[in-house]
């Protein structure tokens, strides 16, 4: 298995420009989770799936970040429009039926500078 | 909402040696506590995890402790060695059923020669 796989690795644009973040999750895993990683507020939940239906979106961070699951195999996390306080690594991490009995998986993340 | 605190944020040892992290929760309802290990400009890796049933595991060179009643939960790392240097993170699953992990705030782990 290829793992989770994330795209792109590394997005640099200015601000007010719309960013979109891409995550293919390991085929089976039914939870697919967004997080943030900023080094002052360490890794931070968004939003997460069960089944493509979004569960929880209370980390969301505000209306200009928005996220899709239109199948099992793909996600997306939108940012429109984009300002410099964005800039974080952005991980999506899949996991099995009852997260708890597997744990998840990260990808390599996304690094998001906005200038 | 849970609430995990990590200690310590860094920590030297000599190669060799043993290192311990240490992790305390807030929510009493929490049952799974898993610990991730973050290598530059990779993402977390699940190294290790313990559930509320247990009290203790271990995997070779790595161990968890957990005491519910104190609400707090340790990593183990004994005869350390260079590839153990990185970020470890601590995470306890949200109470209620839902299944997000809330992380702590890491500990970069630098191993001496």
């Known amino acids: 298995d290829a793992g989770v796989i994330q795209s792109p690795r590394h997005e640099v644009t200015e601000m007010g420009q719309e960013v979109t973040l891409r995550c293919k999750p390991i085929?089976?895993?039914?939870?697919l989770f967004w997080y943030r990683q900023t080094m002052m507020r360490g890794l931070e939940l968004l939003i997460y799936?069960?089944?493509?239906?979004?569960?929880?979106d209370s980390g969301m961070p505000e209306d200009r970040f928005s996220a899709k699951m239109p199948n099992a195999s793909f996600s997306t996390l939108k940012i429109q429009p984009s300002e410099p306080r964005d800039s974080a690594v952005y991980f999506c991490a899949s996991g099995g039926a009852g997260t708890i009995n597997y744990g998840y998986t990260f990808g390599s993340g996304t690094r998001l500078t906005v200038v | 909402g849970e609430n995990v605190e990590q200690h310590p944020s860094t920590l030297s040892v000599q190669e060799g040696d043993s290192a311990v992290i240490k992790c305390t929760y807030s929510?009493?309802?929490?049952?799974?506590f898993p610990w991730y290990k973050q290598e530059l400009g990779k993402g977390p890796q699940l190294i290790i995890d313990i559930r509320s049933n247990v009290g203790e595991k271990k995997d070779q060179r790595i161990a968890v402790t957990l005491n519910k009643t104190a609400k707090h939960f340790s990593l183990h790392i004994t005869e350390t060695q260079p590839e153990d240097s990185a970020v470890y993170f601590c995470a306890a699953n949200e109470g209620g059923g839902a299944d997000g992990l809330t992380f702590g705030k890491g500990t970069h782990l630098i191993i001496q020669p």
């Open positions: 929510d009493s309802a929490s049952n799974y």
């Open positions: 799936f069960n089944n493509n239906v979004p569960i929880d």
């Open positions: 085929s089976g895993h039914d939870y």
